[in-house]
């Protein structure tokens, strides 16, 4: 199982784009790599999932190199509700979530 | 398109004492997880099925936890005797395809032992 380190928490302002980075070097040939946020008292929500290079939906965009030892998920605008713990998980088949990023938005 | 269901949303219980957790997942999902979320923690995953089946349930606590899928939709969790330490949030969550690429999560259910 490809274990994944992302920082432990971070802080931005409104309408700042936040970057988080999310290290997973032992990736296997078949994970892709997937995000989760999650709010209080919530389950965690899908967010997006790549392979390689760029993926973009109308949330976030995913950034991940050549050599897939590493991702970063963008938050184009944060804004306060975005608030939340982000999870990166590496995956093909048994799931293993990671402490997450507690990003906070201040106003 | 109904989401992920989980009964009952709280419960609380003494020490030794047994309680079960029901979850309905998103019709036509084939694959169904249970998760254990302690307070300040990532989701651990307990179980994890796929229709009938166990994929993997090597972070199951055997002795005190168990956990059935019948017919394939509908999953039980059981936890006979409850100890302190099981005191969490506990989430299922179900995905389309056999991977577990994107999963729909249900909002949990918080178990307080006493």
């Known amino acids: 199982l490809a274990k994944t380190t992302q920082p432990i928490s971070m802080d931005s302002y409104e309408g700042q784009e936040v970057n988080i980075t999310c290290s997973h070097n032992?990736?296997?040939?078949?994970?892709?790599i997937t995000w989760y946020q999650q709010f209080p008292s919530q389950g965690p929500r899908f967010i997006i999932q790549g392979y390689k290079t760029k993926v973009t939906n109308e949330v976030a965009s995913l950034f991940i190199p050549a050599d897939r030892k590493s991702s970063t998920l963008s938050l184009p605008r944060v804004s306060l509700s975005d608030t939340a713990v982000y999870y990166c998980?590496?995956?093909?088949?048994?799931?293993?979530f990671g402490r997450g990023t507690s990003l906070i938005v201040h106003p | 398109e109904a989401g992920v269901a989980q009964s009952p949303r709280y419960k609380i219980i003494e020490k030794r004492q047994s309680v079960a957790f029901w979850c309905n997942p998103i019709?036509?999902?084939?694959?169904l997880y249970w998760y254990q979320q302690i307070l300040g923690q990532g989701p651990k995953l307990l179980i994890q099925f796929q229709n009938n089946g166990v994929v993997d349930d090597s972070q199951l606590p055997k002795d005190r936890f168990s956990a059935e899928r019948l017919k394939g939709v509908d999953s039980t969790l059981k936890i006979q005797p409850a100890k302190l330490e099981d005191s969490a949030v506990y989430l299922c969550?179900?995905?389309?395809?056999?991977?577990?690429?994107?999963?729909?999560f249900g909002p949990g259910t918080r178990l307080t032992v006493t």
């Open positions: 032992n990736i296997a040939t078949n994970d892709y």
């Open positions: 019709s036509g999902h084939a694959t």
């Open positions: 998980l590496v995956v093909s088949y048994i799931p293993t």
């Open positions: 969550a179900s995905s389309q395809g056999t991977a577990a690429y994107e999963q729909y």
